[in-house]
């Protein structure tokens, strides 16, 4: 069987000329820096489709599904964003009902808007205290669908971004009980499959649609990312058609062949090896950064919330509470003094994503620069305020009528009590703090004002200043 990254690499090297897409030509020279033109190529004879894969594609999307034992493997190269539109819209009719966890990620309200749909949120439990998201209750879930029969589908994330795992099993008996699918946004979890080190992937528990995304905690180009079928539930022809429509028709070979050589190498004496290092090497660095007296690496016992079914260890959070220093200090510590770049940092805490790529020296740097900074904070009493993040909102337009009304500008405080006509989210990870159709209330102007002394990434207002936002002119809401 040919291996797509394998046929590519040798195609590279051939004599064929190309007089077709793209621009470079494969010539390395047209280019002022450095890229793999040698095998960046369109859909020429011999390498497939990706919207009509029946050959070498198709063979790779097989393998991968193979690997974790799903029934359909659909490749993304518009990463998880595309996966998470299509499931959506395959799932749940134009104007339908879904019950959807509320720190989804803004891909999936996205979704919402397009498709026009009336979301049913689930809050997660929050632990205010170290700024965390728990999981989603098996029994909320149920609660939700026997008082709100018409929903079509129900949305978690699971892990999410700070490696929190639900009760996917019990989510999925409880969501097929009244004949529904169960959609996992399992990005940061493409990993779970293999090692035993990690919690167990929802697509071996139960859910019938789960995406993840490859460049996320796999050595692979950003980007890649797949959808997995796992039940006859899911209508196939529409994943397919939706797929087409939320990815680019010129989809990138060397995005997919990178997908294809990641499985090729997990699947494989190699990939085993180095998961098996990685994971030694990874709870020994945990257990040394667990002596430090300041700065605590967060686990899942420290977490005060209920739905922590699972947690995954590759999540390398660091608590700032209780210290001299927030998140931002400690982020901005890191990267100044030690070119140690995190991948985010929160009010209260600072990520840090382990992958199988990680070197035992990388991870002896982290340990390092944290003992460091450990030695020189200080304890300070904490304060008793518990800031909510994700305070529950109340909508009262769908996202859709939302965003397409009249709108009009006002400074945040005087935005209060009207009807937001745009999203705002702290990115990463993206997660929506407020959303288009819900009040604006006081509580959440009061946290867009902390996020910004202290220096966080907002996004999403298109007052880029976050000084402003957009609300709906007409609103239902009497003033």
Excluded: W
């Amino acid at each position: 069987m040919d291996r797509l990254y394998k046929k590519l690499e040798e195609y590279g090297k051939s004599d064929y000329y190309p007089f077709h897409m793209p621009g470079h030509k494969r010539n390395m020279d047209s280019s002022a820096a450095s890229f793999p033109f040698d095998r960046d190529i369109t859909e020429i004879h011999g390498f497939d489709n990706l919207h009509h894969a029946e050959g070498v594609i198709r063979d790779a999307q097989e393998y991968a599904a193979q690997i974790y034992g799903t029934q359909r493997c659909f490749f993304s190269v518009n990463g998880s964003t595309a996966a998470l539109l299509a499931a959506i819209s395959a799932c749940v009719d134009k104007g339908g009902k879904i019950l959807m966890a509320r720190n989804c990620h803004k891909a999936v309200y996205h979704g919402l808007y397009i498709r026009d749909l009336h979301p049913i949120y689930i809050y997660p439990h929050e632990d205010s205290r170290l700024g965390i998201n728990g999981g989603i209750s098996p029994s909320c879930v149920e609660r939700y669908i026997e008082e709100n029969q018409d929903i079509q589908a129900v949305l978690i994330t699971s892990p999410t971004y700070d490696g929190v795992v639900s009760d996917v099993k019990s989510i999925a008996r409880s969501v097929h009980k009244y004949g529904i699918s169960l959609i996992v946004d399992e990005a940061h979890g493409a990993h779970f499959h293999f090692s035993d080190y990690f919690p167990v992937s929802a697509a071996e528990l139960g859910a019938d649609i789960v995406v993840q995304s490859f460049h996320k905690t796999l050595p692979a180009l950003t980007q890649t990312a797949v959808l997995h079928v796992c039940s006859d539930r899911v209508n196939v022809g529409k994943i397919k058609r939706f797929m087409g429509i939320y990815q680019t028709s010129s989809p990138s070979y060397i995005l997919m062949a990178s997908m294809d050589a990641c499985m090729d190498r997990m699947n494989h004496t190699a990939g085993k090896k180095m998961f098996a290092e990685f994971t030694s090497q990874l709870e020994e660095a945990r257990q040394r950064l667990m002596k430090c007296g300041h700065i605590r690496l967060i686990t899942p016992e420290m977490i005060n919330s209920t739905g922590v079914y699972d947690f995954d260890r590759s999540k390398l959070l660091f608590s700032t509470v209780g210290t001299s220093i927030n998140g931002t200090e400690l982020h901005r510590r890191l990267r100044n003094e030690f070119h140690i770049e995190m991948e985010m940092e929160a009010e209260k805490y600072v990520l840090g994503i382990a992958s199988v790529g990680d070197t035992k020296e990388g991870l002896d740097r982290l340990c390092k620069a944290i003992e460091y900074i450990d030695t020189q904070v200080e304890t300070v009493q904490e304060k008793t305020e518990k800031n909510v993040s994700y305070a529950k909102m109340k909508a009262f337009m769908t996202i859709s009528q939302a965003m397409d009304a009249p709108q009009k500008r006002f400074y945040l405080e005087e935005s209060v009590g009207k009807i937001s006509g745009e999203f705002a989210y702290l990115y990463p990870p993206g997660i929506p703090v407020i959303v288009p159709g819900e009040q604006i209330t006081g509580q959440f102007v009061r946290n867009m004002r902390r996020y910004m002394e202290q220096g966080l990434e907002l996004q999403g207002l298109s007052d880029s200043s976050n000084e402003t936002i957009c609300a709906v002119i007409d609103s239902p809401v009497k003033e």
